[in-house]
């Protein structure tokens, strides 16, 4: 079992950039792979990006293709999401989670969130 945790949130002009990371205790959490989702008020969950255990295998929502990127570093069991050019419509609380497997599409594990505001 891993118990993710975010950081790095805050408020940022728009065009602005800033670097999520997510932590995990334990051995297993590079084993895992993990995805960013984002939830902005009154809006349904979205999906960001994920990463496979290894790095090698990255996808990306829509909204963000170009301008976000995610990485790990599973010696530090951490992984990041790069968040450049950002947008007022970027603004969301940001969940972590992890999933045992790429394939799978349940996350089993998830953070308690970090708000990201982007505005003026």
């Known amino acids: 079992q891993v118990q993710p945790v975010e950081s790095g949130g805050g408020l940022v002009q728009p065009g602005g950039s800033l670097r999520l990371s997510c932590a995990a205790s334990?051995?297993?959490?590079?084993?895992?792979?993990v995805g960013w989702f984002r939830q902005a008020p009154g809006k349904e969950r979205e999906f960001v990006a994920a990463i496979s255990w290894s790095g090698g295998s990255t996808e990306y929502g829509d909204s963000v293709k170009g301008r976000f990127t995610i990485s790990r570093d599973n010696a530090k069991n951490t992984v990041y999401l790069q968040m450049n050019s950002l947008r007022p419509e970027d603004t969301a609380v940001y969940y972590c989670a992890a999933k045992p497997f790429w394939r799978d599409r349940t996350y089993n594990y998830w953070g308690q969130g970090t708000q990201v505001t982007v505005s003026s």
């Open positions: 334990g051995r297993t959490f590079s084993s895992y792979s």
